[in-house]
C-alpha cells in the first residue's frame, strides 16, 4: 500500500476540468490548504478531453438556470483565464441556421432567450449568412458574437499545473471505491490506501452516482452515458465552414444537434450525435461494459427513457453506424459536403443524468451531503462554466464548515 495516503484537509475526486477548477478555487480561496486530486486515469482523461471545444454563449439555456448563470459568468472568466495563461482561444462566434419552416419560429424563440440572457444576437440576412458563411443555407439564420473555442485538455493541462504550484497535489492512476462521512471526517478509500480528510468532493463525471452511492447516498438522478461521434471534414474540404454552422437544436433533447465546429487546431469537425454507450467509457460500439450495462438496463428510469426517445434513439444509433445517412442534414445547412469529403473522428461520453420518472436532468446539479459535496450533473455547458463551477463549489465547502446541515445547493452567483 502507498505511503502517500494520510490525513489532508480537502480531497477532490477526479481531474477533469470540473475537479482541477474546485481544486484551484478552493486552493486560491485558501492558501495553505492541504489539498489532494485522486485520478483514476490522467487528467482529462474523460469528457474535460473528448468534447467539441465550444466556449458557449449561453444562448440555450432557462434564463435564471445555473446553466444560464455559470456558463455566462464561466465563459468570461474561462476567456480571460486562456487570455493569461498564454491558452490559443478565438472568439469567432457562430451561426444558428433553420433549414425548416418549423424551425423558423424555433429561431426567433432561441433568440429571445438568449437576449433573455444578455447575449448580443444578429439576425442574419441571405447576404448577412453569406458573408459569415459563403457555404451556408438558411430560410432563416443568426449570429452570435460571443461563442468561441478552445482546446480544454489545454485548459486542463495548466489548471493541473497552477493546482500544483498553489500547494495542491494530484495523483493519477489512483481509483477511489468511496468516500464515507463518519461524522468526525470523511474516510476516503483509495487504490493508494486511506485518506482522512475533513472535507471531499467528488468530481466523477460519468461515475458520480455510483461514487455517491457507495458513499452511503441514495442518489436520486442516475448517469446514463450518451457517446457522442465526430466526424470530421477532409482537408480539401474544410474551407466550407469558416468557424461554427449550428442548426435549430430540437428543445426535447439537451443535446444541439450535429453541428459543424472549427476548432482552434483549425480541423472542421462535424457532430456529435448522441447514441447510447454500452459503458461509462464506450467511446465506440466495439467497446461493452457488461456491469455498467446490467446496472442501466435494471433502472425503471431507464426504460421510461427509452420509451419517451425510442424513435429519435434508434434514428441516431442508424446514422452512427451508416454515418453517410447523416449526409442529407448536414447538407441542409452546408450543400456543397459530400460524403467522400467525411471521415470518422473520435467520441465524447457524455455524463447525462436522469430523474427517476425517465426525464433528463437538465439543469446543473451539486448535492451537499455533510462533510461530501456530490457534482451530481455536469453536462456541457460545464467545461465552458468550469471555473464558475469550482468558484461555486469552494464557496459551498467553505459553507459546509460553518454548517454541515445537508441538502441541495443553489448556486448564489457566478
Ligand atoms: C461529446 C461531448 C462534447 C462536449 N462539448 C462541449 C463543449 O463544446 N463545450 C462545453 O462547455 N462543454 C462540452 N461538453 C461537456 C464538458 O466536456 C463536460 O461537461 C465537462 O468536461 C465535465 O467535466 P467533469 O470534470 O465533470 O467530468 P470528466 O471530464 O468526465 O472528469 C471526471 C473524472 O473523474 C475521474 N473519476 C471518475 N470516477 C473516479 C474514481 N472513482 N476515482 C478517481 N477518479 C475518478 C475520471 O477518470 C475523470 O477523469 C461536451 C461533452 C461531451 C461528452
Known sequence: MNQQAGRVDVVVVGAGIVGLATARALLRDRPGLDLVVLEREEVAAHQSGHNSGVIHSGLY???????????????????????????????????????EPDEVEALAGLTERGRQNGLEIHELSAAGLAEHEPHAVALASIFVPATGVVDYRVVCQRLAEE????????????????????????VVRSDCGLWWADRAVACAGAWSDVLAAAGGERPRARIIPFRGEYLELRPEAAHLVKHLIYP??????????????????????????????????????????PVDTAQYAARPSTWRLAARYWRTG??????????????????????????????????GVRAQAINPDGSLLDDFEIVRTGRCVHVVNAPSPAATAALAIGSWIAKEVEAAERDDAGGTIVPTDG
Open 248 to 289: 435549430v437544436p430540437d428543445t426535447r433533447f439537451p443535446f444541439l444537434g450535429v453541428h459543424f465546429t472549427r476548432g482552434i487546431d483549425g480541423t472542421v469537425h462535424v457532430g456529435p450525435n448522441a447514441v447510447p454507450a454500452f459503458g461509462r467509457d464506450a467511446y465506440s460500439w466495439k467497446r461493452f461494459r
Open 61 to 99: 439555456y432557462k434564463p435564471g438556470s445555473a446553466k444560464a448563470r455559470l456558463c455566462t459568468a464561466g465563459r468570461a472568466e474561462m476567456e480571460q483565464y486562456c487570455t493569461d495563461a498564454g491558452i490559443p482561444w478565438e472568439r469567432c462566434g457562430k451561426v444558428v441556421v433553420a433549414s
Open 163 to 186: 493546482v500544483t504550484e498553489r500547494g495542491g497535489r494530484i495523483l493519477t492512476g489512483v481509483g477511489v471505491t468511496s468516500a464515507i462521512d463518519t461524522g468526525a471526517s470523511v
Open 314 to 347: 434508434l434514428d441516431e444509433i442508424v446514422r452512427s453506424l451508416v454515418p453517410s445517412r447523416s449526409l442529407a442534414a448536414m447538407q441542409k445547412m452546408v450543400p456543397e459536403v459530400r460524403a467522400e469529403d467525411l471521415v470518422r473522428a473520435g467520441s
